[in-house]
């Protein structure tokens, strides 16, 4: 009954999701995604891994909530590997299933099929193999997170920062004490797992557009805006183009609306020399140097919304999106409804303002993590908790810098690996055969 408690317990978690918020909600992204699924035309912008995995599910199960069953069957089943890696009894392991899947920040995401959420399950899956290892070293649950990590940067562009502390730790553990062999295959896992996902997401006749200018525009629009001056290359705006335009439709949480004139003339709609695309790099990259002031005051803006410090003043849709978003020809489908939905989704949204949402008391956990962990040297289930809360906050502090708008979502797996970091500091050494604890440790 102990072995089967946490499965049981997750699949009751599975048939819940299902039953409330079946066929899931698509936002513009996934929507977008759905049609390139349904149609085989692919945009390398969103990941097409995602598209081609949606591609065979619609194969064999209804289309779009096949994509959800999915996707929520691989998070429940993490979180249950990961609670029968952390033992003790029954019902604690019952308690870990549902502290986890259903944490109120993680539960009201995963109903949402996006990239994000896909990233947090495999990441996840990666972390259970990770601390059933603890207890039972085999190379075959090595090589298993080896694999779900690949998968899990397969579908977000910027997640093998996250990845790395992971690699770190299952190259210690396979050369306990060799630090340079370790560092080494740390450093060959990396870029093999990086080409790996590159060559996954290759979509051949599609058009590679570049992602970075989104960003590179909405940092030089604010930039423009506080210094008075438009400091856009020429080719990529409107000719005329004001620091009033620019004013007039800048939104300090989100990128999307300085586009919407369509005076910013944004590189997917546009055909641009590689000279251009440096022009536009350029003042992109002179910004923290020429203009320090008003580039990291608009940064310090972007992360407080995307933290939540400011979220009273934050829309509920950059937390949330709990809606199917029609899309060219996307068939019509009926959101989700029901008894349990009505019960569960406003009471999920009624919590988006409070600290469950905020993702500063995350990476504040994270790094607590981190610190008991240096500090307790208790042996490989801390090294492994650092390990994960690293990989929590590799995810979430490029996006001070990099963030295209403050989305809650960019911190899914932020969120469910301070989680699962503190849960495995907190709970007791399973007995069993181990590896030399590993670093810091």
Known sequence: MKRAAPWLAAALGLGLVLLAFWPGYLSWDSAWQWWQARTGELDPGHPPVMVRVWQVV??????????????????????????????GGAWRRVLW??????????????????????MMALFAGAVACLAAELSS???SWRLSALLLLAAGC????????????????????????????????????????HLAVTLANLAPGARATPVWPVIAMWDIAAVSIAEDRVLFP????????????????????????????GQLRLNFY?????????GLRRVWLSLPLDHPRAYFGHRAEVSAYLLGLRQAAQPDFQVLQPAIVPLRDNPAVA???????????????????????????????????????SVRRRGPRDGLAAAIAGSGLL??????????????RYLAWTVAASLMATLLCLSPPVGGKSLPQGPGC
């Open 335 to 373: 959101p989700p409804s029901g008894a349990l939905h009505r019960l569960l989704q406003p009471r999920l949204e009624a919590l988006v303002d409070t600290p469950l949402f905020a993702g500063w008391i995350y990476l504040a956990l994270s790094v607590g993590v981190l610190l008991v962990a």
């Open 137 to 139: 070293p085999r190379r």
């Open 58 to 87: 619609r194969l064999v199960l209804p289309d779009p909530g096949g994509m959800l069953l999915v996707q929520v069957l691989a998070w429940w089943a993490a979180v249950a590997g990961f609670a029968h890696a952390l033992g």
């Open 154 to 193: 397969a579908f977000r562009h910027n997640a093998l920062p996250a990845a790395l502390p992971l690699l770190a730790w299952i190259a210690w553990r396979e050369w306990p004490g060799r630090r340079l062999r370790a560092a080494v295959a740390t450093v060959a896992r990396a870029a093999g797992l």
């Open 270 to 278: 546009y055909d641009y020399t590689p000279a251009q695309y440096a």
């Open 97 to 118: 299933v549902w502290l986890l899947g259903a944490w109120p920040a993680l539960l009201a995401l995963l109903p949402h099929l996006w990239k994000d959420v896909w």
């Open 234 to 261: 020429p080719d990529w705006v409107e000719p005329g183009l004001t620091v009033q335009d620019l004013r007039r439709d800048f939104s300090p949480y989100v990128n999307v609306p300085s586009f919407e004139s």
């Open 395 to 408: 995810l979430a502090l490029p996006l001070l810098l990099l963030a295209p708008s403050a989305d809650f």
